[in-house]
């Protein structure tokens, strides 16, 4: 079973950047594709990027394209979403997830991170 815990939140004007970090445990994560979601007050939680850990293949939610990065370290055990030019909309808690490839669902969840951009 892996666990994930997620941190980097926090509180950016419009336009700013933000970290958040995904530390992965409890097994090795080859063979798994590590993904952000997020989840913003009345709404569904939507993909927001995904990476698979052997390959380094990505995907991207359309209106993050070009804005935020998607990256892991196979050393640390950790994946990484860059978020550069934040937007008010960008606003909603953030969770890490992790899946084996070929499933659909992810079955491994954070316990997410808030973040909040300011107009």
């Known amino acids: 079973q892996v666990q994930l815990v997620e941190s980097g939140g926090g509180l950016v004007q419009a336009g700013g950047s933000l970290r958040l970090s995904c530390a992965a445990s409890?097994?090795?994560?080859?063979?798994?594709?590590m993904a952000w979601f997020r989840q913003a007050p009345g709404k569904e939680r939507q993909f927001v990027a995904g990476?698979?850990?052997?390959?380094?293949?990505?995907s991207y939610l359309n209106s993050v394209k070009g804005r935020f990065t998607i990256s892991r370290d196979t050393a640390k055990n950790t994946v990484y979403l860059q978020m550069n030019s934040l937007k008010p909309e960008d606003t909603a808690v953030y969770y890490c997830?992790?899946?084996?490839?070929?499933?659909?669902?992810?079955?491994?969840w954070g316990q997410g991170t808030q973040v909040t951009v300011s107009s």
């Open positions: 409890g097994r090795t994560l080859s063979g798994y594709k």
């Open positions: 990476i698979v850990w052997s390959g380094d293949s990505t």
């Open positions: 997830a992790a899946a084996l490839v070929g499933r659909q669902e992810y079955d491994a």
